[in-house]
């Protein structure tokens, strides 16, 4: 058995070596590069299988590889294996200021945060946090809530409410799959009426947008979401394809198709290029050659697609393809990066890893590849528990400060975590956006 081991971890080393990881040191260990946070290089957790956070709500450790002091935020009762609820990246839990955050204590409860230190401030009404009803305001002090067909303005600071909109036409609204934040100026939301046509909601002027002029049926419709802009309706149909009502497509606020932005459905985020044109930044994927391929893309890749015109462009290039999650924050603090999580589905990563694997980076969005590496998020596949409850799904602010991460650190139960972004150097130098 060790002799077999000891083959398996020489052969990884190899590979490992051929993507640029660091030295073997003279006891078999793999030593770590002079600058880890910036390095290409494959860096495995050390302890990845016994690491062990603080085991108290409050506690924090300082991550072993990139120095970043990490807090914890919840711990999971032993008699729920739960999710925390971050439930998904591309949605802001943040409010406007940075101050709160939405998300969910040990019994599963909805709870608003101190976004700041981690805390919680108070507990949300209801048996269960429903993420996917809530999206927050302009005014950092008030939150969107839908219940049944109705739209309601809700005050963070007692949960009155009041109802801005019933929709007489339907029985129930939705959040058109649930997984699209509003638009980043807290004015668009795009909605569904009884879940068989969507439309874009405008949260300013209290009215309906035209509907959708297909038929919705979310059985071949993942979700859809407002831009980052608001200005534009990306729907991601369940089939892949270069005809219509496939893959990843276009559509303007009154439902004129655009163009297909990408042949697939994938996760994905929306920013801004060096440009200050609006991007949609995912993972090129793997049947897509004939897409990528006169951008010298190659599958696995992370790419930034123009709106205006589907230009392709490059923000990592990537040696495999890797699960991958977005927060970004960038029409407003840090507009030159975006942020993802990547976490290999395989078990043993001395196996299948390879560089950037489990870990939150920082990407600038100018395509010159200058990662900076910020935490290794620690949450890996556990064997008999669902990958979404596992993966490190995680929010960045935005002032892009502060980011609440996911993790299970191996076992069957999840937490949430904290820490905090400091500026690069150069962006210290000429001052971060306020």
Known sequence: ???????????????????????????????????????????????????????????????????TVVTRMTVAREDRRTMAEVTNSEISYFNADGSLFFGADEWGKGC????????????????????????WSADPRKFYQYAGNELRLVDADDLSSEVIQRFEEYAAIGPAGGEGDVSDDCRYWLLDGD???????????????????FPVDFKAIDYATVTSSGDYVVVLWRANGFDRYQGTELYDREWNFQRQLAPWCSHLEFAYDAEGAEIMVCAAGFQAEQFTGPAGVRPGDIIAIRLSDGHVSTLLTMPKWCHQ????????????????????????????????????????????????????????????????ATQPDFC???????????SNFGTAKTDLYIFEVTPRQDDAAHGRAE
């Open 1 to 67: 058995m060790m002799g077999r081991l000891a083959v398996v971890v020489a052969l990884v080393m190899i590979g490992l070596v051929a993507v640029g990881v660091a030295r073997i040191t003279a006891n078999g260990t793999v030593a770590l590069p002079e600058d880890p946070v910036h390095s290409t290089a494959c860096i495995i957790p050390p302890e990845f299988g016994s690491f062990e956070p603080p085991a108290e709500v409050g506690g924090s450790f300082s991550d072993p590889v990139f120095g």
């Open 112 to 135: 608003i945060f101190d976004g700041r230190t981690g805390a919680v401030v108070r507990q949300l009404e209801g048996d269960e946090f429903r993420p996917w009803k809530i999206r």
């Open 195 to 213: 879940g068989s046509e969507m439309f874009v909601y405008d949260l300013v002027e209290r009215a309906r947008g035209l509907v959708s002029p």
């Open 325 to 388: 999650m977005y927060s970004t924050c960038n029409t407003l603090a840090t507009p030159q990066y975006i942020y993802m999580a990547l976490s290999d589905r395989g078990f043993d990563p001395l196996e299948t890893w390879f560089p950037y694997y489990g870990e939150i980076l920082e990407i600038p969005v100018d395509g010159s590849q200058q990662i900076r590496r910020l935490v290794q998020h620690r949450s890996h596949d556990i064997e008999g528990v669902m990958p979404k």
């Open 396 to 406: 960045i602010n935005r002032q892009g400060d502060r980011i609440i991460f996911k």
